[in-house]
């Protein structure tokens, strides 16, 4: 009983390993220079540049036909919704808002430094000389933005405590609503003097 315990524990060391190399393995392979070499077929054979060669041109084969395939899924398969819309809208005024903050903050930190005179007057001043187009104009580039983004957060909050959203023609109405807000509020922002 113990032999045959022992004997599947143990394992046949009658047979040489095949990863053993003893003088008579490597005397029988030094016989023969193509005897060391492994057994490849011809197309295994190959030098490395006709395989990098080929390799470049499976890839640009690859890289052209990727260039005329659709994104998919594709983008004009969408028709574009003012809730797509509204909700890109906020992300990019989102970012808009904030770096022209910390630009403005930026330059108005290092003008000392730049002798550039960002004071309020000197600021209000150089305002005052532009021409009245396009002083509104650019109130209203600075108060669209925010204004859109304001009344965007209000829809989202409404929606968030599931207000006005009792069908998809509500959600599209309001949806023109906070856009139509935002367009009217700029304008008189950027109206005022």
Do not use: C
């Not at 490395?48 to 899924?73: C, G, T, Y």
């Not at 819309?85 to 808002?97: E, H, N, P, Q, V």
């Not at 007057?121 to 509104?136: D, R, T, Y």
């Amino acid at each position: 009983m113990i032999e045959a315990v022992s004997m599947l524990i143990v394992p046949d060391r009658t047979r040489p390993s095949a990863y053993v190399r003893t003088p008579s393995t490597m005397l029988a392979n030094a016989s023969s220079p193509t005897a060391r070499l492994p057994r490849r077929s011809i197309a295994q054979s190959r030098t490395r540049k006709v395989d990098f060669e080929v390799m470049q041109d499976k890839n640009h084969i690859l890289a052209s036909q990727r260039l005329n395939r659709p994104v998919a899924p594709h983008l004009s398969i969408y028709r574009p919704q003012i809730n797509s819309f509204l909700s890109i809208s906020m992300r990019i005024t989102g970012s808009f808002m904030s770096g022209s903050m910390y630009l403005f903050g930026f330059f108005y930190l290092l003008s000392p430094t730049l002798g550039i005179d960002m004071s309020s007057a000197a600021l209000a001043s150089a305002f005052a000389s532009w021409p009245v187009i396009v002083q509104v104009a650019s109130k209203f580039v600075v108060a669209f933005p925010f204004t859109l983004h304001i009344f965007g957060s209000l829809r989202y909050v409404a929606f968030t405590f599931a207000q006005g959203i009792k069908s998809n023609v509500n959600v599209v109405k309001v949806g023109w609503t906070v856009l139509a807000l935002a367009v009217t509020t700029a304008l008189g922002l950027a109206t005022l003097m």
